[in-house]
């Protein structure tokens, strides 16, 4: 039998404490937590399950903020993008896997040696790109100071801050035109209609500035299209994330002599998510 405050004991407690407060996967989350709080990985708290938790108290209280809908990435302070770690807080949205599509699709631009990412939040783009091409300089804007903070903080962790620069704009305003290879950007664009219906996590907790523009969930993204051209070189790419309803009013927006849409990748959902437009 297992011990009060063993290993097994206290993710088993933890695990009905979070699934009577409806937390998806709940046996997971309780695990994640405790590896944060003890500093040992999920193979150790398997392979020791007898072992006493020495931090028990600790781990009850952020299994408590858990439980009342705080994300897991806020508590622990960090989240998994591209395979390296960032550092989040409530100041930046959560990366999200949906988002590395537009990472992958940024890297098939060969020729992209200046970067702008618009909004720019923990940095995961922006520094993802210039970690994967090492020829790159990159521009990252965002509207939040505080979310710049955490942008060159994962810049400088991950050793890139010396190819970025930082300013704060709301999109291109504080910017001098330039001819950007690339441009990319995950704007905000969850219309205000439906915030309501959002998760708990993402609806009480995750930045309202990154996560809606407003009534009208294309108004980044109309700016977006049309402030873009003059910033980019010919030929250069606009490559942005979209929410699930919107490629078709998305599609309204573009002008068929300035832009050529090459592409609206789906997400593993099918949902048409990331759009690839060139300069003409």
């Not at 990366?95 to 890297?107: G, H, I, S």
Request: contains cysteine.
């Amino acid at each position: 039998m297992s011990k009060i405050n063993s290993i097994a004991e206290v993710l088993r407690e933890a695990s009905r404490t979070l699934e009577n407060a409806g937390v998806p996967e709940a046996r997971r989350e309780a695990g994640s937590l405790l590896s944060f709080v003890t500093g040992k990985d999920r193979t150790f708290l398997i392979s020791h399950s007898d072992d006493e938790v020495s931090d028990v108290d600790q781990f009850r209280e952020l299994v408590e903020r858990r439980a009342a809908g705080e994300p897991l990435q806020y508590i622990t302070g960090t989240q998994d993008f591209f395979g390296r770690e960032f550092r989040v807080t409530p100041d930046v949205l959560i990366p999200r896997p949906e988002t590395e599509l537009l990472v992958e699709a940024a890297l098939e631009v060969k020729t992209a040696s200046l970067i702008c990412d618009v909004g720019t939040g923990s940095g995961c783009i922006a520094v993802t790109l210039l970690c994967e091409l090492h020829h790159a300089r990159a521009v990252a804007v965002d509207k939040s100071t505080a979310a710049l903070e955490i942008a060159k903080f994962n810049a400088q962790k991950l050793a890139v801050i010396d190819r970025a620069e930082f300013l704060v704009s709301d999109c291109f305003d504080s910017l001098d035109p330039l001819e950007f290879d690339l441009i990319v950007s995950n704007p905000p664009y969850v219309s205000a209609s439906v915030l309501e219906g959002l998760q708990r996590e993402v609806r009480d907790h995750e930045p309202l500035i990154a996560l809606s523009p407003g009534p009208d969930g294309l108004s980044i993204i109309r700016r977006l299209i049309h402030e873009s051209p003059k910033f980019l070189k010919q030929n250069g790419y606009l490559i942005m994330e979209i929410g699930f309803d919107q490629s078709e009013g998305m599609r309204s927006l573009i002008g068929t002599n300035v832009w050529e849409l090459l592409e609206i990748r789906l997400d593993l959902q099918g949902i048409p998510r990331i759009v690839v437009l060139r300069k003409r």
